[in-house]
């Protein structure tokens, strides 16, 4: 079989143009309504070289999370079996404070949270749930500020 190094780029290679190899978050907009919440303004790089925004509040970052815990995370974080990897901690929910500071502060741990999950091997790439949390939706591409 190859060297592991080399199978690794050759699974690379294998990957559809369109999985989601960066992901940073440009800005944070607010969006106000009968409660106002923060969404972040994220820059998806993919494979095939294209680049798109997309918007995300926290909530559906911690909902993609429980699903990828619930699916990928080993039972015991020190014995990662076959398909199960581990994975990068999501910053906590807040319950009190200004949205505007409570959001500014998650830009970073947002950042490193989605760096994590996209450096993970390439076989988790291909999850739907996390393929569906990047793509960009109609709603994301006919986005107005
Ligand atoms: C003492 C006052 C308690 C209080 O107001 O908390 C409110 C809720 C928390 O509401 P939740 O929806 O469970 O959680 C909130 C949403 O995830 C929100 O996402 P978004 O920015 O996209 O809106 C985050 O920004 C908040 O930091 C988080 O607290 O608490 C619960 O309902 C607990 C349910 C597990």
Redesign the pocket.
């Given at each position: 079989p190859l060297p592991q190094q080399l199978r690794d780029e050759s699974d690379f290679d294998q990957l559809p143009d369109n999985v989601p190899i960066s992901a940073t978050i440009a800005d944070i907009e607010e969006k106000k309504g009968f409660i106002d919440?923060?969404r972040f303004v994220i820059e998806v790089k993919t494979k095939g070289g294209s680049k798109y925004l997309i918007y995300r509040?926290?909530?559906e970052f911690?909902n993609l999370h429980q699903v990828l815990e619930a699916r990928y995370s080993p039972e015991d974080p020190e014995k990662p079996t076959a398909n199960t990897c581990v994975l990068p901690s999501l910053p906590g929910?807040?319950?009190?404070g200004v949205k505007q500071e409570?959001a500014e502060s998650r830009i970073p741990e947002l950042n490193t949270y989605m760096k994590g999950l996209l450096g993970l091997p390439t076989w988790f790439l291909l999850s739907d749930a996390l393929r569906m949390f990047f793509y960009q939706t109609d709603r994301d591409s006919k986005h107005q500020p």
């Open positions: 919440y923060f509040r926290y909530r911690f929910k807040v319950f009190m409570i």
